[in-house]
């Protein structure tokens, strides 16, 4: 069984930082293509950034270049660096494999992007 569980969100003002990390277990990360997705109140859940088997990057125009996704493949563990966040990146957010495994959905972790 896909257990994934994210952690670092928080309370940031626009223009900070925050990264994200996804530790999971029943899955390996190095061999599964992986992403990270968000959900705004209101909002349909959306792509951030994936990372394939072979480390090619992508990434949504929205937070291309402020963004960097990665993996850890010792810890088994993937990172989303957020710099010069915005109010309209606050959401929660989920790592997952890319497509999603619908089972696999964790609880997320809050970012709030405010003054």
């Known amino acids: 069984q896909v257990q994934l569980v994210e952690s670092g969100g928080g309370l940031v003002q626009p223009g900070g930082s925050l990264r994200l990390s996804c530790q999971g277990s029943?899955?390996?990360?190095?061999?599964?293509?992986m992403g990270w997705y968000r959900q705004a109140p209101g909002k349909e859940r959306e792509s951030v950034a994936s990372i394939t088997r072979g480390d090619n990057k992508n990434y949504a125009d929205s937070v291309k270049g402020r963004f960097t996704i990665s993996r850890d493949s010792v810890k088994n563990t993937l990172y989303l660096q957020m710099n010069s966040l915005k109010p309209e990146d606050t959401a929660v957010y989920y790592c997952?494999?890319?497509?999603?495994?619908?089972?696999?959905w964790g609880q997320g972790t809050q970012v709030t992007v405010s003054s």
């Open positions: 997952n494999p890319v497509p999603p495994y619908s089972s696999s």
């Open positions: 029943g899955i390996v990360f190095r061999f599964t293509a």
